[in-house]
């Protein structure tokens, strides 16, 4: 089973700064990457699939990067609604599984 | 736009029988596969398995045994089940609709929309 890593567990930012987010696969995983948000309560919610591409209805300071088996979320201009829980996923098609990250938490400073 | 109506929490017994639906507003079941997923308090995201319209199923080894996923085309929603619960299935139980892109580069997957969440809590 492929292991994903995320990193920072936790990391500390300010409003209208720039954070990147990395998750790191044991096997290449071309571009089959998705990332969620979730914040406090709330399911979580697609914001890039296919590594890079953007959900409809996310605002474009999420990036995503990366392919093979080091990606990387990164949030530009930092918002208050942005602190919340993220989480890298795969999802393989034979065999059918999905695993996710363990997940980065974006907090305050 | 398609959206997923779970039902509300539950509290159960160990050894009782979990039984949860997930209802498909706005689309069909067709053509797609719908996953269970579950987030125990305070950790991350389990994956439990995934069914498909004409019941194909799949499911997370460390779970098989114990779950069944379903679907019911006449009332456009989908089911779990999990019998025998213990403890360590405290959890809030979510599902979602399985989409996939097939272009260049490979294919790709990822889950949208989620349902609202159903907390589930297994204690004597």
């Known amino acids: 089973e492929i292991v994903m890593t995320q990193s920072p567990e936790i990391v500390s930012v300010s409003v209208g700064e720039r954070v990147t987010l990395s998750c790191r696969t044991s096997?290449?995983?071309?571009?089959?990457l998705a990332w969620y948000q979730q914040s406090p309560g709330q399911a979580p919610r697609l914001l890039i699939y296919g590594a890079s591409t953007r959900a409809n209805g996310v605002p474009a300071r999420f990036n995503g990067s990366g392919s093979g088996t080091d990606f990387a979320l990164t949030i530009h201009n930092l918002q208050a609604e942005d602190f919340a829980l993220y989480f890298c996923h795969l999802y393989n098609n034979w065999p059918r599984h999905a695993t996710f990250g363990q997940g980065t938490k974006l907090e305050s400073k | 736009q398609v959206q997923l109506q779970q039902s509300g929490a539950r509290v159960l017994r160990p050894s009782e029988t979990l039984s949860l639906t997930c209802v498909v507003s706005g689309g069909s079941l067709s053509g797609h596969y719908w996953t269970w997923i579950r987030q125990p308090p305070g950790k991350g995201l389990e994956w439990i398995g995934e069914v498909k319209e004409s019941g194909g199923t799949n499911y997370n080894s460390s779970l098989r045994g114990r779950v069944l996923l379903s679907v019911d085309m006449s009332m456009n929603q989908f089911s779990l089940s999990l019998k025998s619960v213990t403890a360590a299935d405290t959890a809030v139980y979510f599902c979602?609709?399985?989409?996939?892109?097939?272009?260049?580069?490979?294919?790709?997957?990822?889950?949208?929309?989620w349902g609202q969440g159903t907390p589930v809590t297994v204690s004597s």
């Open positions: 096997e290449n995983i071309r571009s089959n």
């Open positions: 979602a609709r399985v989409s996939f892109d097939a272009a260049v580069g490979g294919l790709k997957f990822w889950f949208d929309p």
